[in-house]
């Protein structure tokens, strides 16, 4: 069984503070997507990184690839209040395009 | 682009009843379109896999029986829960995946069964 260990689970930090979120496995994945929620509503994606190394940028916020395809993170800098929400990445195993989602980490950013 | 709706955002229906959910892909065609349901402060969890025009593909432990799917065309996918009972209230929500296995979902239905 796949799974993708994401840590932290609940982060608070004042505005204007940095932050990263981690997401690791043991399986390697065809590709890894970061979605953000807001409550009462469907997951939006953020990006999606293919390629091992892979570093894209959204803003304020970094996404890296491992080299091995397995884990990724998640860099906010200068974090703002808008920024708050859960933070879902979820890696892709390549048979039917089935997501294998990480626990969340549910971001609050004080003003 | 890649927008997908779901359709109704909230229903309350009475212990016993059946409800029906729509999930449309609205501006492409969505070759693999999923069913996933999330409890509060939890993470997704995929109920199941459709495909337009063949059965649906469920994960160990979800009832295929109680929660029907058809997926009739390539923006197309419904979900009945049969038969609700208290403990189906939840939040589910549908996405569609388009290529590079990237999901986009719906905006999520809130069920509440009485």
């Known amino acids: 069984t796949q799974l993708l260990e994401q840590s932290p689970q609940f982060l608070s930090i004042q505005e204007g503070e940095n932050l990263t979120v981690y997401c690791n496995s043991s399986?390697?994945?065809?590709?890894l997507q970061w979605y953000r929620q807001e409550p009462g509503e469907g997951p939006v994606l953020l990006v999606t990184?293919?390629?091992?190394?892979e570093v894209k940028k959204l803003k304020r916020l970094t996404f890296q690839f491992g080299d091995a395809r397995k884990d990724s993170s998640l860099h906010i800098t200068a974090a703002q209040p808008g920024d708050t929400g859960l933070y879902l990445c979820?890696?892709?195993?390549?048979?039917?395009?089935?997501?294998?989602f990480g626990k969340g980490t549910k971001l609050s950013v004080k003003p | 682009g890649a927008v997908v709706s779901q359709h109704p955002s909230r229903v309350i229906c009475k212990s016993g009843t059946s409800v029906k959910i729509e999930c449309r892909s609205l501006?492409?065609?969505?070759?693999?379109m999923f069913w996933y349901r999330q409890f509060p402060k939890q993470s997704l969890m995929l109920m199941a896999t459709?495909?337009?025009?063949?059965?649906?593909?469920?994960e160990q432990g979800v009832e295929k029986d109680k929660f029907l799917i058809n997926h009739a065309s390539l923006t197309l996918s419904t979900l009945t829960v049969t038969s609700a009972h208290p403990e189906d209230s939840s939040f589910y929500i549908c996405?569609?995946?388009?290529?590079?296995?990237?999901?986009?979902f719906g905006p999520g239905t809130r069920l509440t069964v009485l």
């Open positions: 399986s390697v994945f065809s590709s």
């Open positions: 990184v293919v390629t091992g190394g």
């Open positions: 996405s569609a995946s388009r290529v590079n296995n990237e999901q986009f």
């Open positions: 501006d492409f065609q969505a070759t693999t």
């Open positions: 979820a890696g892709a195993n390549g048979s039917q395009g089935n997501l294998i």
């Open positions: 459709s495909n337009e025009g063949s059965k649906a593909t469920y």
